[in-house]
Nanobody, 114 residues
Framework: QVQLVESGGGLVQPGGSLRLSCAAS????????MGWYRQAPGKQRELVADITSSDATNYADSVKGRFTISRDNAKNTVYLQMDSLQPEDTAVYYC????????WGQGTQVTVSS
């Protein structure tokens, strides 16, 4: 079992920045993939970015150059640095962990509005 706890969401003005954190606990493998997804009202959940245990990263086209995913192995934590935020980035952001099974966090709200 793996438990994921996200934090760092909130309200920010367009052009601002936020950093999301996802702390994993439980049975953490040395080989895994963790990612950030988001779901806006009335839309399907979509991949934002993910990172493997070997540090390979992948980004949605809509966030390339603005968002950065990283991880801290010692803390079993994955981060999503979000810069130049726009109103269309408003969504609930979910962290996930994949190793044979997929685990999800509870989500954290990000609202970009003036």
């Amino acid at each position: 079992q793996v438990q994921l706890v996200e934090s760092g969401g909130g309200l920010v003005q367009p052009g601002g920045s936020l950093r999301l954190s996802c702390a994993a606990s439980g049975t953490i493998s040395s080989v895994y993939r963790m990612g950030w997804y988001r779901q806006a009202p009335g839309k399907q959940r979509e991949l934002v970015a993910d990172i493997t245990s070997s540090d390979a990263t992948n980004y949605a086209d809509s966030v390339k150059g603005r968002f950065t995913i990283s991880r801290d192995n010692a803390k079993n934590t994955v981060y999503l640095q979000m810069d130049s935020l726009q109103p269309e980035d408003t969504a609930v952001y979910y962290c996930n962990y994949v190793r044979f099974l997929t685990y999800w966090g509870q989500g954290t709200q990000v609202t970009v509005s003036s």
